[in-house]
C-alpha cells in the first residue's frame, strides 16, 4: 500500500506541485475551462458531511488536471486514488495526495485508507470510478466500489466529467464539468448516467463553441494563428485573442 503524503509537508508540497502543474497545463492547453462548481452545496446539504468527486478517465492528464485545480477549493486537501500498479512506478504522484488501490488484487486496504480520509470533512476525495483508461468517445461504464463507500462514510457524491477538445487553436483545450451531487441512496446506474450527461452536456457547448457557461483556470494564452494575427493588426485596439 503506497500512502500519500500528509501533515504540514504534504499540504506544502501538494500546493508547490500544484503551481508546477498549473504552470505545465498553461503551456501543454490552450485553456483549461471549468463549469460548475457545487462544492458549497454539496457541503451545506451534507451539513460538513465529507464529498467524493467521481470523473470519467480518458487521459493521462486526468490526475495532473485534479491537482491544478487544488486553488479552487481553499482549506481543503484533495486525495486521489491510484491503481497501485501505476502509483508503485510513478510513486512521485503521491506528492499532491495520490494513494494506492490494488484493482487487480485486494482493494480493501485502499478503501479503507479512504474511508480513513474521508472522516475528515477537509479532505477532498476524488475516485476515476471507470477504474481504468478508456477512450472518451466510449459510453461510460463505472466499476462498484465508489458508492459502496460513499454508503459507508456517509459522504456526497459529486460527479465530474474531464472532456479534451482540439478546436480552432493550436492546442488542446480542457473542458472540466462539475455536476451536482447525488441523492444518498444513488446506485451505480446514477452515477454512470450523470457522468454521461456531464461529458454530453461538454459537446453540446462545443457545437457551436460557447465558452459563456465556463471560467478559465487561467487565462488562455495566444495561439500560432492568433500571435500571427496580432503582428499583422495595424490596430490593437481591435485585435481579438479569440477565435470568433
Request: hydrophobic share 45%.
Given at each position: 500500500?503506497?500512502?500519500?503524503?500528509?501533515?504540514?509537508?504534504?499540504?506544502?508540497?501538494?500546493?508547490?506541485?500544484?503551481?508546477?502543474?498549473?504552470?505545465?497545463?498553461?503551456?501543454?492547453?490552450?485553456?483549461?475551462?471549468?463549469?460548475?462548481?457545487?462544492?458549497?452545496?454539496?457541503?451545506?446539504?451534507?451539513?460538513?458531511r465529507p464529498v467524493i468527486f467521481c470523473a470519467n478517465h480518458t487521459n493521462w492528464w486526468d490526475g495532473f488536471a485534479i491537482a491544478g485545480l487544488i486553488p479552487l477549493f481553499p482549506g481543503k486537501r484533495l486525495f486521489v486514488a491510484q491503481q497501485e500498479k501505476l502509483l508503485a512506478r510513478y510513486r512521485f504522484l503521491r506528492w499532491f495526495g495520490a494513494f494506492g488501490l490494488d484493482i487487480d488484487g485486494s482493494p480493501l486496504p485502499g478503501l479503507r485508507y479512504a474511508r480513513k480520509l474521508l472522516r475528515d470533512p477537509q479532505n477532498l476525495l476524488w475516485i476515476f470510478p471507470q477504474g481504468v483508461l478508456v477512450p472518451q468517445w466510449t459510453p461510460i461504464r463505472v466499476k462498484p466500489g465508489a458508492l459502496w463507500l460513499a454508503r459507508r462514510t456517509g459522504a456526497r457524491v459529486v460527479p465530474v466529467a474531464f472532456r479534451y477538445e482540439w478546436m480552432v487553436e493550436s492546442r488542446p483545450s480542457l473542458f472540466i464539468a462539475f455536476g451536482t451531487p447525488l441523492p444518498a441512496d444513488a446506485g451505480d446506474a446514477a452515477l454512470q448516467e450523470a457522468l454521461q450527461r456531464l461529458y454530453d452536456g461538454i459537446g453540446e457547448t462545443l457545437a457551436p463553441v460557447d465558452l459563456t457557461p465556463y471560467h478559465p483556470l487561467f487565462t488562455p494564452r495566444l495561439s500560432m494563428n492568433k500571435l500571427w494575427d496580432w503582428l499583422r493588426c495595424r490596430d490593437r485596439a481591435t485585435f481579438n485573442p479569440r477565435n470568433e
Open positions: 500500500m503506497i500512502y500519500p503524503l500528509e501533515g504540514s509537508l504534504g499540504r506544502c508540497v501538494a500546493r508547490g506541485f500544484s503551481l508546477g502543474v498549473r504552470w505545465t497545463l498553461r503551456r501543454r492547453f490552450y485553456g483549461v475551462f471549468v463549469r460548475g462548481l457545487p462544492l458549497a452545496d454539496a457541503e451545506a446539504a451534507g451539513a460538513g
